[in-house]
């Protein structure tokens, strides 16, 4: 009679190899914690994106179930045109890049006059990177004086920054310019319990606008 062969549940072995990860994360923890600094400075790593040195998406959640947020509020979503594109032409170091100057860009474009907070303080605004080429925005309302969110999407839009770059080709380096273009949708959050809602229509805007640009025939 032929042996049972040994066959180890794939809920076990998940188990397992969660086992030891733990382990190894807790291994790392002790050896590399010795002092609040350490513990802090490794939040903030994990909290922080590493290229644009905006707040990961996690940090949003984090903020909006602590009540971190001041209501109504405004969420702005941002796609990044053409990240690929600068991938491949440039390089991934030219497309990060791009991705730092949104950033930098996206942080002094919501406050125009002399009502701009400093990021951080409660009811201010707040940039982060949602994805590979989006970021999300939390701004409190009101904003500027007379603007709506749709000609905020607009403002955004229409923001003009140009970068000069140098790229390798296979002959020689070669200057280029990146130029900041952006998708951009909004959506009003009038509560925590109606920043989901918010969220997803923020998104399925955003969706419906480079649906719409792409169908769009050429000049």
């Not at 040195?53 to 959640?61: G, S």
């Not at 984090?62 to 001041?70: D, I, K, V, Y």
């Not at 905020?152 to 920054?161: A, C, F």
Request: aromatic share 12%; glycine share 6%.
């Amino acid at each position: 009679m032929e042996e049972a062969k040994g066959v180890i549940e794939p809920d076990f072995a998940k188990s397992v190899r969660d086992f030891v990860k733990l382990q190894t994360f807790r291994s790392l923890f002790r050896s590399y914690i010795k002092n609040e600094e350490d513990l802090w400075r490794l939040t903030l790593f994990c909290v922080s994106d590493f290229v644009t040195n905006a707040w990961k998406r996690e940090m949003l959640e984090l903020m909006r179930m602590a009540g971190a947020f001041t209501y109504p509020l405004l969420i702005v979503a941002v796609d990044v045109r053409n990240l690929h594109g600068i991938n491949t032409i440039f390089g991934y170091e030219n497309g990060d890049e791009y991705l730092r100057i949104t950033k930098e860009v996206l942080e002094g474009s919501i406050r125009t006059g002399k009502e701009h907070h400093r990021e951080g303080e409660r009811g201010t605004d707040w940039v982060f990177r949602w994805g590979g080429d989006e970021f999300i925005l939390i701004c409190s309302l009101p904003v500027n004086e007379g603007e709506t969110p749709q000609s905020i999407e607009r403002r955004i839009e229409n923001l003009k920054y140009t970068r000069e770059i140098t790229f390798r080709t296979k002959k020689r380096p070669r200057r280029g310019q990146l130029n900041f273009s952006v998708y951009v949708a909004c959506a009003v959050a009038g509560s925590q319990k109606d920043f989901p809602r918010a969220m997803e229509a923020t998104f399925r805007r955003l969706s419906d606008k480079k649906i719409r640009f792409r169908r769009r025939p050429p000049k």
